[in-house]
């Protein structure tokens, strides 16, 4: 196997895939490594920590078929720190590897590709396939991911639940206290159902360069592939059942505000300075005179009382974690937003002021309020 | 047919290498003979092709030698079984419940039944009224007392930390002791890391998966000793890591010790670095010289034997090791005393402990030798350090100074102000009233200080 290509493109691709080998917590040694494959003369880089795989395909220079696999860090640490604009030059001898650039040249200790896990891999035919601009895709994930779960024990909480409800595609996330749901295309054909690790969608999110423009997602029943450009991340799907969550959105609320969405946040910062000891616990509190105050206690240090003016329908009450109302209003992205709630224990939503098919839903909290 | 698999995997397990057996078998299991076709369930999708690449022919061998017979083989996907454990199903109801809010302890839940005192794991003479407390572990003790008040409450999980023989084990097992007296129908388990890694492999390959998960599931206080032995073995880690969470999220007490932080262990996941300290991470520092005195006291009065004032202070000088080799040195002192009829002090003084002693000792540090190690640790020359200079870390460093010279050679602070250049004995009062008060809440000082102190004997 021989390879030769710029500088600049190797470590590129080095750095796109070795995240994933380098981040795989494993006693399996090779899974710490890049598998380089060259075949047809096409060269792909792969790496892997059985939780997901990425697939870098890198135009070459000259490509002599062959497969080797080495560190993925020490590899793309190496070429990393090569002067830029020189073809470098990759070659196996034997089981060592050798790294030339220039007056640069390194010897590596491979280890045989046939340890390296072959990936599964999705019949396209079969699979469910959708297509998404780069910026919808990365902004949407952004809005719902804040709200997935990290408890392991609860495993289909700890992904996002891609799913098609009357001819589109949403994604939702919930940790138990709070849930967030985009609409991300707005028609689709085929029908999915399908939780997505966190984590990998995060890697994914990682992964998504300036010059693609569009994300292909591929499902199958087992696993999902993101086509992004030359790069492709395989992950498992999360094997459970998503919660029936649609029924948990509030269709009507007593009373709904409209808040300037800076304002709110700065007053629920305020009070969750003071709501630390009680775990953030905060009353917003809608009131006839037409104020929308949010206020907090803690018997240590004091109390904290913030008000807003606002036109208020009907006075309400309720208490929630100060935290996952910031984490809300964090990525949504108008000046205005709805805050509407009725008391009690009844869920509150809040979403942009000009809708765009995003809701937020926090829990309130039991106890005083 | 089942019993066949546990066989099939027996056999893999001593062909393959460890990590090997554990990364690609881990719950694959036989799902079916039928007509002629073995199917085994793999529980990721990942790991599918290569089991059916790489050990297809294994497996076969495997199931020839266990009399199956058959015609082909099939590796399918199973449902991920509690590998990470696969959760409750989770209704509609279940997922958003109003957040309760933050509630004091409710108490300890009365298990359904005992467990015997054998099978905790606890050695009965770790006691919390046998620990000598010391400005050394103070801190750890008054929160060790808290969890013994209220265990699963505040301090949950309790992360204790320090260097080998400082009574991190005494600590966390006399912990479990009180527990127990206090509630004896607690269920508490005791376990080094390394021991809980061998259960967990020998679950693994006789299938007693459930077994081992339900033992855990079972404890109200589970205490993981050594830990920093995980290192390397990632699916044991997994494990715990879900052990720790199902306790955790039902309030049960977990203690951990270690030799250092887990941000500090390599290989240790990072989230679960972070749990483990969410309760707060504790450490037990080297004993000073007055600790140590006063841990000698306190084991002479527990043998209830005699001891004069200056051999404890020749103990404690020359002793700095750790409390291990303290208590050693004085155990052997002392039947050293019974054997020849003589006092420690005139064993001592007629020079014939001279040798054991020396061997975990070395001489005393020297004034100078210290202001320079501490100088030399903050990366300043003595000069500049021992002065006026009013910069924040010149003048944190001066104040170490002070205070390890006030500790290691109980200097008076009027000796003091000579060695470190300042013209006033209560400028060095002030600056080892600092250090002290500092140290309960520092950690970083209390590290910074446990190294200068370990460079000093060097």
């Given at each position: 196997?021989?390879?030769?290509?710029?500088?600049?493109?190797?470590?590129?691709?080095?750095?796109a895939?070795?995240?994933?080998?380098?981040?795989?917590?494993?006693?399996?040694?090779?899974?710490?490594?890049?598998?380089?494959?060259?075949?047809k003369?096409?060269?792909?880089?792969?790496?892997?920590?059985?939780?997901?795989?990425?697939?870098?395909?890198?135009?070459?220079?000259?490509?002599?078929?062959?497969?080797?696999?080495?560190?993925?860090?020490?590899?793309?640490?190496?070429?990393?720190?090569?002067?830029?604009?020189?073809?470098?030059?990759?070659?196996?001898?034997?089981?060592?590897?050798v790294?030339?650039?220039?007056?640069?040249?390194?010897?590596?200790?491979?280890?045989?590709?046939e340890?390296f896990?072959?990936?599964p891999?999705?019949?396209?035919?079969?699979?469910?396939?959708?297509?998404?601009?780069?910026?919808?895709?990365?902004?949407?994930?952004?809005?719902?991911?804040?709200?997935?779960?990290?408890?392991?024990?609860?495993?289909?909480?700890?992904?996002?639940?891609?799913?098609?409800?009357?001819?589109?595609?949403?994604?939702?996330?919930?940790?138990?206290?709070?849930?967030a749901?985009?609409?991300?295309?707005?028609?689709?054909?085929?029908?999915v159902?399908?939780?997505?690790p966190?984590?990998?969608?995060?890697?994914?999110?990682?992964?998504?360069?300036?010059?693609?423009?569009?994300?292909?997602?591929?499902?199958?029943d087992?696993?999902?592939?993101?086509?992004?450009g030359?790069?492709?991340?395989?992950?498992?799907?999360?094997?459970?059942?998503?919660?029936?969550?649609?029924?948990?959105i509030?269709?009507?609320?007593e009373?709904?505000?409209?808040?300037?969405?800076?304002?709110?946040?700065?007053?629920?910062k305020?009070?969750?300075?003071?709501?630390?000891?009680?775990?953030?616990?905060?009353?917003?509190?809608?009131?006839?005179?037409?104020?929308?105050?949010?206020?907090?206690?803690?018997?240590?240090?004091?109390?904290n009382?913030?008000?807003?003016?606002?036109?208020?329908?009907?006075p309400?009450?309720?208490?929630?974690?100060?935290?996952?109302?910031?984490?809300?209003?964090?990525?949504?992205?108008?000046?205005?937003?709805?805050?509407?709630?009725?008391?009690?224990?009844?869920?509150?939503?809040?979403?942009?002021?000009?809708?765009?098919?995003?809701?937020?839903?926090?829990?309130p909290?039991?106890g005083?309020? | 047919?089942?019993?066949?698999w546990?066989?099939?995997?027996?056999?893999?397990?001593?062909?393959?290498?460890?990590?090997?057996?554990?990364?690609?078998?881990?719950?694959?299991?036989?799902?079916?003979?039928?007509?002629?076709?073995v199917?085994?369930?793999?529980?990721?999708?990942?790991?599918?092709?290569?089991?059916?690449?790489?050990?297809?022919?294994k497996i076969?061998?495997?199931?020839?030698?266990?009399?199956?017979?058959?015609?082909?083989?099939?590796?399918?996907?199973?449902?991920?079984?509690?590998?990470?454990?696969?959760?409750?199903?989770?209704?509609?109801?279940?997922v958003?419940t109003?957040?309760?809010?933050?509630?004091?302890?409710?108490?300890?839940?009365?298990?359904?039944?005992?467990v015997?005192?054998?099978?905790?794991?606890?050695?009965?003479?770790?006691?919390?009224?046998?620990?000598?407390?010391?400005?050394?572990?103070?801190?750890?003790?008054?929160?060790?007392?808290?969890?013994?008040e209220?265990?699963?409450?505040?301090?949950?999980?309790?992360?204790?930390?320090?260097?080998?023989?400082?009574?991190?084990t005494?600590?966390?097992?006399?912990?479990?002791?009180?527990?127990?007296?206090?509630?004896?129908k607690?269920?508490?388990?005791?376990?080094?890391?390394?021991?809980?890694?061998?259960?967990?492999?020998?679950?693994?390959?006789k299938g007693?998966?459930?077994?081992?998960r339900?033992?855990?599931?079972?404890?109200?206080?589970?205490?993981?000793?050594d830990f920093?032995?995980?290192?390397?073995?990632?699916?044991?880690q997994e494990?715990?890591?879900n052990?720790?969470?199902?306790?955790?999220?039902?309030?049960?007490?977990?203690?951990?010790?270690?030799?250092?932080?887990?941000?500090?262990?390599?290989?240790?996941?990072?989230?679960?670095a972070?749990r483990?300290?969410?309760?707060?991470?504790?450490?037990?520092?080297?004993?000073?010289f007055?600790?140590?005195s006063?841990?000698?006291?306190?084991?002479?009065e527990?043998?209830?034997?005699?001891?004069?004032?200056?051999?404890?202070?020749?103990?404690?000088?020359?002793?700095?090791?750790?409390i291990?080799?303290?208590?050693?040195?004085?155990?052997?002192?002392?039947?050293?005393?019974?054997?020849?009829?003589?006092?420690?002090?005139?064993?001592?003084?007629?020079?014939?402990?001279?040798?054991?002693?020396?061997?975990?000792?070395?001489?005393?540090?020297?004034?100078k030798?210290?202001?320079?190690?501490?100088?030399?640790?903050?990366?300043?020359?003595?000069?500049?350090?021992?002065?006026?200079?009013?910069v924040?870390?010149?003048?944190?460093?001066?104040?170490?100074?002070?205070?390890?010279?006030?500790?290691?050679?109980?200097?008076?602070?009027t000796?003091?102000?000579?060695?470190v250049?300042?013209?006033?004995?209560?400028?060095?009062?002030?600056g080892?009233?600092k250090?002290?008060?500092?140290?309960?809440?520092?950690?970083?000082l209390?590290?910074?200080?446990?190294?200068?102190r370990?460079?000093?004997?060097?």
């Amino acid at each position: 196997m021989e390879i030769e290509v710029e500088q600049s493109k190797l470590a590129k691709a080095l750095s796109a895939v070795s995240r994933v080998a380098a981040g795989a917590r494993t006693t399996l040694p090779v899974l710490s490594n890049v598998l380089i494959r060259v075949d047809k003369k096409k060269t792909t880089l792969t790496t892997t920590n059985l939780d997901m795989a990425v697939e870098d395909f890198l135009p070459t220079s000259l490509a002599k078929d062959g497969v080797v696999t080495v560190p993925a860090k020490l590899l793309s640490e190496f070429v990393a720190n090569l002067p830029g604009n020189e073809v470098v030059n990759l070659s196996v001898n034997g089981d060592k590897v050798v790294t030339r650039s220039g007056k640069y040249s390194s010897v590596m200790n491979g280890t045989s590709a046939e340890d390296f896990p072959e990936l599964p891999e999705i019949d396209e035919k079969k699979a469910v396939k959708f297509k998404i601009g780069v910026e919808e895709f990365k902004a949407g994930l952004t809005q719902v991911m804040v709200a997935s779960s990290n408890d392991l024990t609860r495993p289909s909480l700890t992904g996002v639940y891609f799913n098609t409800n009357d001819g589109a595609l949403y994604v939702a996330a919930t940790d138990g206290y709070r849930l967030a749901e985009k609409k991300l295309i707005d028609k689709v054909k085929s029908e999915v159902k399908a939780i997505v690790p966190s984590s990998s969608l995060a890697e994914v999110m990682r992964l998504l360069g300036d010059n693609d423009d569009e994300v292909e997602i591929i499902f199958d029943d087992a696993q999902v592939k993101f086509r992004l450009g030359e790069i492709e991340l395989t992950s498992k799907l999360i094997d459970g059942s998503f919660p029936d969550y649609r029924r948990l959105i509030p269709e009507k609320s007593e009373t709904i505000l409209k808040l300037d969405r800076a304002e709110l946040s700065r007053v629920t910062k305020l009070a969750a300075l003071f709501a630390r000891e009680a775990g953030g616990s905060i009353i917003c509190e809608a009131k006839e005179a037409g104020v929308f105050s949010v206020s907090s206690v803690a018997n240590e240090f004091g109390e904290n009382d913030s008000e807003i003016t606002v036109k208020v329908t009907k006075p309400n009450k309720v208490t929630l974690n100060a935290r996952y109302l910031i984490d809300a209003l964090n990525v949504l992205s108008d000046t205005q937003v709805i805050f509407r709630f009725s008391g009690g224990l009844a869920p509150i939503v809040v979403t942009n002021a000009k809708l765009d098919d995003y809701t937020h839903i926090i829990m309130p909290l039991k106890g005083k309020g | 047919m089942f019993d066949v698999w546990k066989n099939v995997l027996a056999k893999l397990e001593q062909e393959l290498s460890a990590s090997s057996f554990l990364t690609w078998f881990d719950s694959v299991e036989l799902l079916d003979i039928k007509d002629g076709t073995v199917i085994v369930g793999v529980p990721n999708v990942f790991k599918i092709k290569h089991i059916e690449n790489r050990y297809n022919d294994k497996i076969k061998q495997a199931l020839i030698e266990n009399d199956v017979k058959f015609e082909r083989v099939e590796y399918v996907l199973k449902s991920d079984t509690p590998k990470v454990k696969k959760g409750r199903e989770v209704t509609t109801e279940e997922v958003m419940t109003p957040e309760k809010a933050r509630k004091e302890h409710d108490g300890v839940r009365v298990p359904v039944r005992g467990v015997k005192q054998s099978t905790t794991g606890l050695s009965e003479r770790y006691r919390m009224d046998n620990f000598v407390v010391g400005s050394n572990n103070d801190l750890a003790v008054s929160v060790a007392k808290a969890v013994i008040e209220h265990p699963g409450g505040r301090y949950n999980p309790f992360f204790l930390y320090g260097g080998p023989g400082l009574g991190k084990t005494h600590l966390v097992q006399a912990i479990g002791n009180e527990v127990l007296k206090n509630n004896p129908k607690l269920r508490v388990l005791y376990i080094p890391i390394n021991h809980f890694y061998t259960e967990f492999v020998g679950a693994v390959r006789k299938g007693g998966m459930d077994e081992f998960r339900k033992k855990y599931r079972e404890v109200d206080l589970l205490i993981i000793d050594d830990f920093q032995f995980i290192v390397g073995k990632e699916k044991s880690q997994e494990e715990f890591f879900n052990i720790f969470n199902d306790m955790h999220q039902a309030e049960k007490q977990i203690i951990v010790t270690s030799d250092r932080l887990p941000s500090q262990i390599k290989t240790v996941d990072e989230r679960l670095a972070s749990r483990l300290t969410m309760g707060g991470a504790f450490d037990l520092q080297m004993p000073s010289f007055e600790d140590r005195s006063a841990i000698l006291q306190s084991m002479a009065e527990f043998m209830g034997v005699e001891i004069e004032p200056e051999a404890i202070q020749y103990l404690a000088e020359n002793v700095k090791t750790n409390i291990r080799d303290l208590d050693r040195e004085f155990k052997q002192i002392i039947a050293m005393a019974e054997l020849r009829g003589m006092t420690p002090l005139e064993l001592i003084s007629g020079g014939y402990i001279d040798t054991t002693v020396r061997s975990s000792s070395t001489s005393k540090p020297t004034a100078k030798k210290i202001v320079e190690k501490v100088a030399k640790y903050y990366d300043l020359s003595v000069k500049e350090m021992c002065g006026k200079s009013r910069v924040a870390h010149i003048k944190t460093a001066r104040q170490v100074a002070m205070h390890l010279l006030s500790e290691e050679l109980q200097m008076s602070t009027t000796q003091i102000t000579s060695e470190v250049g300042v013209k006033d004995h209560t400028t060095v009062m002030h600056g080892i009233k600092k250090i002290k008060s500092d140290l309960r809440l520092n950690f970083t000082l209390r590290e910074q200080i446990s190294e200068i102190r370990g460079s000093i004997y060097e």
